[in-house]
């Protein structure tokens, strides 16, 4: 997600930044990376009317996306790393000099190159490329391209070739290089080699540093510093490996590890290079003094062994910045009765699932979002460096709240809530319409903010709008991206205008199944203008007390407020309703309040699934009126629990995963994925305009872990009938990590016809196995031989892939049946079966009598797959 930086700006003038920058991105925000520029201003409070400028996506050498937004004005422009499944994204390093981004990917299984992007950089930047560069803001171009650093005021000078080289690595990978002149912070381009720690440059005579970035597949990663000086001659630099020492931030609590971390070395010119993600890795840097100059980290830490599937509760936000001098021993030490403690309460509206939480140090110099597994209907205790402002951004799915940003000091404080139910714009200031002549602009971005005040998008949700006068239609647009603005027309002068603006969700989300479509209903009398003017438009706010962590009602009537905001008038409500059948009937709610905000009591009946509200009200000022609907505001004590749903004649049939056949996690390394096909049937009378899949384990309502959900890309066969399919990409260490996950899992689909009527919603579809591959040791029998009638003992050992860490663990409590085949026959008989032990061991006694051959044999389970063990044969004298 593109953020803007300010300075000297308070947190919530940097929270409207980032609302109007990230407009118009879109997409999945899971663990998404995003690079702040040092120094940017602030956007205005209100989002500019005008249309964000275009994000410029190109895919990455493992296939993951980098998506730019360019900057205005003073901001510098920004990135976010998107995964191909929705995912945690990979581990990068990046560069961000003058106005050129490089990022490669690093700690892969195979080769990546770098991907490098011209940005349109900031009025007044030091370094970079002289000359315009606003037609070229957002191109790529090739790894390969023309040195562009150090151009300006250099051209005249002689230069003498540099040759950059690591010694003491092993690693065959490759690597970010970056070079500055120490005096004037001049950055200068380095070629590398794709797959080798070598580059090279031309400088002119004076005194450099450079940094090089790299790391390796569950390796080390390494931020190496080197200072050198060129004088008239070749010069032949070398970062030493060995030199590097270990960095990061380590707490006095035992049972938590990295989750992720970025680490960066900022210069005194206000650039920044560094590595950003990588679980558990270590990161390695170079010991230096560079005035100016800082190291900066930034690391997030959970429970030892948790997962996307069993997000940690605790999360540790730790900050510290080495100022100047890079230590010997640049490990920041913390003890936890040292931070500040608080607790975060994460509120759904559907299944129990897992969310993410992104966090960034404010500081002149930006940083990366990090990001973090947190349990939506759930609570997480924090732990955070006191003293350091954070910005921070939660959401699950498609959904995205942006946080207040926060500064706490030493000590317990008293938590905080996000995704309460409500969702719905409100708050007056986060709904712009203006006018310019005869042209109407609306932009209202936060489609599913919460009643708790955090800013909030779906970047699934579309919007339409009707423009009437005199109940006539002047015009309609639909199906808009809910974040992006509208322009409409309006006629010449003076008018009285009805204006209804309408989003919506989709409301079978599994895990968001409220606020599925926002109706905003408001009159007003404008007439053109030679200026841009903000016609001031009311909405009403809604908050419900007495709601539990899924947004739904209690035994307890619940009572409901609604206000009235309207920016620079008087505000008046003038109703107040609820419907408990999707609004085919509203009944009144007796209020008590003042004239802008009024309270009352909604009884809920217990079948009830869905309350949706609306309120009407006023600007008393202006003369404009405001309705506005959510439907399905929160949940009735039915909602949390819906049964299928079929509507019309819209059916699925025929689902498959991994065409039918087992989905064996075995051979896989730490990062590597499996992937697999998602298919199924659907049909209706008017054909099939799309449908989605959700693959989870346990109760569909209260999921013990869900795998993925997905958009199935649906070819028709025929007019009624479409295949519907998609690609799932697991890796079962990161998103499982827990061997109790495997076995049976469920698919559910759902389809929506043409018409707009059908859908086939089905919870239990199909079902698949998950299965680890089990390993039976080679049969050993003793003594051998054995005297007739004698004692023969025979072990072996049961194993199974482990998807907690790499290679097979122990499979304990197990029934595994030791078979013996007489010699001279075929035929495998079965003699006895004995448990497994906690160690994996089998092991039996019993008297011998024939000669023959001994082995042990495990079959298949729903979790495990079937194993024989080699055979021993033992002769009887």
Same mark, same amino acid.
């Given at each position: /997600?593109? $953020?803007?930086?300010?300075?000297?700006?308070?947190?919530?003038?940097?929270?409207?930044?980032?609302?109007?920058?990230?407009?118009?991105?879109?997409?999945?925000?899971?663990?998404?990376?995003?690079? *702040?520029?040092?120094?940017?201003?602030?956007?205005?409070?209100?989002? =500019?009317?005008?249309?964000?400028?275009?994000?410029?996506?190109?895919?990455?050498?493992?296939?993951?996306?980098?998506?730019?937004?360019?900057?205005?004005?003073?901001?510098?422009?920004?990135?976010?790393?998107?995964?191909?499944?929705?995912?945690?994204?990979?581990?990068?390093?990046?560069?961000?000099?003058?106005?050129?981004?490089?990022?490669?990917?690093?700690?892969?299984?195979?080769?990546?190159?770098?991907?490098?992007? +011209?940005?349109?950089?900031?009025?007044?930047?030091?370094?970079?490329?002289?000359?315009?560069?606003?037609?070229?803001?957002?191109?790529?171009?090739?790894?390969?391209?023309?040195?562009?650093?150090?151009?300006?005021?250099?051209?005249?000078?002689?230069?003498?070739?540099?040759?950059?080289?690591?010694?003491?690595?092993?690693?065959e990978t490759g690597s970010l290089m970056r070079v500055w002149d120490s005096t004037t912070w001049q950055p200068y381009d380095i070629e590398t080699e794709q797959y080798a720690l070598r580059g090279t440059a031309s400088l002119p005579p004076g005194n450099y540093f450079a940094l090089t970035v790299y790391g390796g597949y569950d390796r080390p990663n390494y931020l190496l510093a080197k200072s050198f000086k060129v004088t008239s001659a070749a010069v032949k630099v070398t970062f030493d490996q060995a030199g590097a020492k270990e960095t990061g931030i380590r707490t006095d609590d035992g049972s938590v590890?990295?989750?992720?971390?970025?680490?960066?070395?900022?210069?005194?010119?206000?650039?920044?290079?560094?590595?950003?993600?990588? %679980?558990?890795?270590?990161?390695?840097?170079?010991?230096?003094?560079?005035?100016?100059?800082?190291?900066?980290?930034?690391?997030?830490?959970?429970?030892?062994?948790?997962?996307?599937?069993?997000?940690?509760?605790?999360?540790?936000?730790?900050?510290?910045?080495?100022?100047?001098?890079?230590?010997?021993?640049?490990?920041?030490?913390?003890?936890?009765?040292?931070?500040?403690?608080?607790?975060?309460?994460?509120?759904?509206?559907?299944?129990?699932?897992?969310?993410?939480?992104?966090?960034?140090?404010?500081?002149?110099?930006?940083?990366?979002?990090?990001?973090?597994?947190?349990?939506?209907?759930?609570?997480?205790?924090? $732990?955070?460096?006191?003293?350091? !402002?954070?910005?921070?951004?939660?959401?699950?799915?498609?959904?995205?709240?942006?946080?207040?940003?926060?500064?706490?000091?030493?000590?317990?404080?008293?938590?905080?809530?996000?995704?309460?139910?409500?969702?719905?714009?409100?708050? %007056?200031?986060?709904?712009?319409?203006?006018?310019?002549? &005869?042209?109407?602009?609306?932009?209202?971005?936060?489609?599913?903010?919460?009643?708790?005040?955090?800013?909030?998008?779906?970047?699934?949700?579309?919007?339409?709008?009707?423009?009437?006068? +005199?109940?006539?239609?002047?015009?309609?647009?639909?199906?808009?991206? =809910?974040?992006?603005?509208?322009?409409?027309?309006?006629?010449p002068g003076q008018g009285t205008y009805e204006l209804v603006r309408t989003v919506t969700r989709d409301g079978e989300t599994p895990f968001s199944r409220l606020s599925d479509k926002l109706i905003s209903e408001w009159s007003f009398t404008s007439g053109t203008t030679t200026t841009r003017t903000d016609l001031g438009l009311p909405d009403i706010g809604f908050r419900v007390s007495g709601l539990g962590l899924r947004n739904e009602t209690g035994p307890t009537p619940s009572r409901v407020i609604a206000t009235v905001n309207a920016p620079d008038g008087t505000p008046r409500l003038r109703g107040l309703?609820?419907?408990?059948?999707?609004?085919?009937?509203?009944?009144p709610i007796p209020v008590e309040g003042s004239s802008a905000t009024a309270e009352g009591e909604v009884p809920v009946p217990q079948n009830t699934r869905y309350v949706s509200l609306r309120a009407t009200g006023s600007d008393e000022r202006t003369g404009t009126t405001v309705r506005q609907t959510v439907s399905r505001a929160f949940a009735g004590p039915a909602g949390v629990t819906l049964p299928p749903r079929t509507t019309g004649a819209t059916a699925v049939s025929d689902v498959t995963v991994n065409e039918n056949k087992p989905l064996v996690l075995d051979g896989l390394a730490r990062g590597s994925?499996?992937?697999?096909?998602?298919?199924?049937?659907?049909? &209706?009378? !008017?054909?099939?305009?799309?449908?989605?899949?959700?693959?989870?384990?346990?109760?569909?309502?209260?999921?013990?872990?869900?795998?993925? &959900?997905?958009?199935?890309?649906?070819?028709?066969?025929?007019?009624?009938?479409?295949?519907?399919?998609?690609?799932?990409?697991?890796?079962?260490?990161?998103?499982?990590? #827990?061997?109790?996950?495997?076995?049976?899992?469920?698919?559910?689909?759902?389809?929506?016809?043409? +018409?707009?009527?059908?859908?086939?919603?089905?919870?239990?579809?199909?079902?698949?196995? /998950?299965?680890?591959?089990?390993?039976?040791?080679?049969? #050993?029998?003793?003594?051998?031989?054995?005297?007739?009638?004698? +004692?023969?003992?025979?072990?072996?050992?049961?194993?199974? !892939?482990?998807?907690?860490?790499?290679?097979?663990?122990?499979?304990?409590?197990?029934?595994?049946?030791?078979?013996?085949?007489?010699?001279?026959?075929?035929?495998?008989? &079965?003699?006895?079966?004995?448990?497994? %032990?906690?160690?994996?061991?089998? @092991?039996?006694? *019993?008297?011998?009598?024939?000669?023959?051959?001994?082995?042990?044999?495990?079959?298949?389970?729903?979790?495990? @797959?079937?194993?024989?063990?080699?055979?021993?044969?033992?002769?009887?004298?």
């Amino acid at each position: /997600m593109t $953020y803007t930086r300010s300075t000297g700006h308070t947190g919530r003038g940097r929270q409207m930044a980032r609302g109007a920058a990230a407009g118009a991105v879109t997409g999945a925000l899971v663990a998404a990376a995003t690079v *702040l520029g040092p120094g940017a201003a602030a956007a205005p409070a209100a989002p =500019a009317p005008e249309v964000p400028p275009a994000v410029t996506a190109t895919k990455l050498a493992d296939g993951e996306r980098l998506e730019v937004l360019p900057g205005e004005g003073a901001t510098q422009p920004g990135f976010r790393i998107v995964s191909q499944d929705g995912g945690p994204a990979g581990r990068y390093a990046y560069a961000l000099s003058g106005d050129e981004l490089t990022v490669l990917p690093t700690g892969r299984t195979g080769r990546t190159t770098a991907t490098r992007t +011209d940005l349109e950089p900031r009025p007044g930047q030091t370094g970079g490329r002289s000359g315009p560069s606003a037609e070229k803001s957002g191109r790529l171009a090739s790894p390969s391209s023309a040195p562009r650093g150090g151009m300006a005021g250099s051209a005249a000078a002689a230069t003498y070739p540099v040759s950059f080289s690591v010694a003491n690595s092993v690693q065959e990978t490759g690597s970010l290089m970056r070079v500055w002149d120490s005096t004037t912070w001049q950055p200068y381009d380095i070629e590398t080699e794709q797959y080798a720690l070598r580059g090279t440059a031309s400088l002119p005579p004076g005194n450099y540093f450079a940094l090089t970035v790299y790391g390796g597949y569950d390796r080390p990663n390494y931020l190496l510093a080197k200072s050198f000086k060129v004088t008239s001659a070749a010069v032949k630099v070398t970062f030493d490996q060995a030199g590097a020492k270990e960095t990061g931030i380590r707490t006095d609590d035992g049972s938590v590890t990295r989750t992720t971390a970025a680490v960066s070395a900022s210069l005194p010119n206000g650039q920044i290079m560094g590595y950003a993600g990588g %679980g558990r890795s270590q990161v390695f840097v170079t010991p230096f003094i560079a005035s100016g100059s800082a190291l900066r980290i930034h690391e997030v830490q959970g429970r030892k062994g948790a997962t996307r599937q069993r997000p940690s509760p605790v999360r540790y936000d730790l900050s510290h910045t080495f100022e100047r001098t890079v230590p010997a021993d640049p490990v920041a030490e913390v003890r936890q009765a040292d931070l500040a403690e608080t607790e975060l309460t994460v509120r759904g509206g559907g299944q129990y699932r897992s969310g993410f939480l992104q966090t960034v140090p404010n500081t002149p110099y930006g940083g990366v979002y990090l990001s973090s597994n947190v349990p939506v209907a759930g609570f997480l205790t924090e $732990y955070v460096t006191p003293g350091q !402002s954070f910005s921070r951004i939660a959401g699950y799915g498609t959904h995205t709240f942006e946080l207040p940003d926060r500064t706490l000091q030493q000590g317990v404080h008293r938590g905080e809530s996000v995704g309460r139910a409500p969702y719905a714009p409100t708050g %007056g200031k986060k709904y712009v319409a203006s006018r310019l002549r &005869d042209e109407l602009v609306l932009y209202g971005p936060f489609s599913v903010s919460d009643s708790d005040g955090a800013f909030g998008r779906d970047a699934g949700a579309t919007q339409s709008y009707r423009l009437s006068a +005199d109940g006539e239609t002047v015009t309609e647009v639909t199906g808009k991206p =809910a974040q992006s603005p509208v322009s409409l027309k309006l006629p010449p002068g003076q008018g009285t205008y009805e204006l209804v603006r309408t989003v919506t969700r989709d409301g079978e989300t599994p895990f968001s199944r409220l606020s599925d479509k926002l109706i905003s209903e408001w009159s007003f009398t404008s007439g053109t203008t030679t200026t841009r003017t903000d016609l001031g438009l009311p909405d009403i706010g809604f908050r419900v007390s007495g709601l539990g962590l899924r947004n739904e009602t209690g035994p307890t009537p619940s009572r409901v407020i609604a206000t009235v905001n309207a920016p620079d008038g008087t505000p008046r409500l003038r109703g107040l309703e609820f419907s408990v059948d999707g609004g085919t009937t509203w009944t009144p709610i007796p209020v008590e309040g003042s004239s802008a905000t009024a309270e009352g009591e909604v009884p809920v009946p217990q079948n009830t699934r869905y309350v949706s509200l609306r309120a009407t009200g006023s600007d008393e000022r202006t003369g404009t009126t405001v309705r506005q609907t959510v439907s399905r505001a929160f949940a009735g004590p039915a909602g949390v629990t819906l049964p299928p749903r079929t509507t019309g004649a819209t059916a699925v049939s025929d689902v498959t995963v991994n065409e039918n056949k087992p989905l064996v996690l075995d051979g896989l390394a730490r990062g590597s994925s499996a992937v697999f096909p998602v298919q199924f049937t659907a049909t &209706d009378p !008017s054909g099939i305009a799309g449908g989605s899949f959700l693959l989870y384990q346990g109760a569909y309502n209260k999921p013990d872990a869900v795998l993925a &959900d997905g958009t199935a890309h649906c070819r028709p066969v025929d007019a009624t009938t479409s295949t519907c399919s998609g690609l799932v990409s697991l890796a079962p260490h990161t998103e499982l990590g #827990d061997n109790a996950l495997a076995g049976v899992w469920k698919v559910a689909v759902a389809a929506h016809a043409n +018409d707009g009527q059908g859908v086939a919603d089905q919870q239990e579809a199909g079902a698949f196995r /998950m299965m680890r591959k089990a390993v039976l040791a080679a049969a #050993d029998a003793t003594p051998e031989p054995v005297t007739a009638g004698g +004692d023969l003992t025979v072990t072996s050992r049961l194993t199974a !892939s482990d998807w907690t860490d790499e290679g097979y663990a122990a499979f304990a409590g197990q029934p595994v049946t030791l078979q013996f085949r007489q010699t001279g026959t075929t035929a495998w008989s &079965d003699v006895r079966t004995v448990t497994s %032990g906690a160690d994996g061991s089998v @092991t039996t006694t *019993l008297r011998a009598w024939k000669n023959g051959d001994w082995r042990w044999a495990f079959a298949a389970t729903p979790a495990a @797959t079937a194993a024989s063990s080699a055979a021993d044969y033992v002769e009887v004298k």
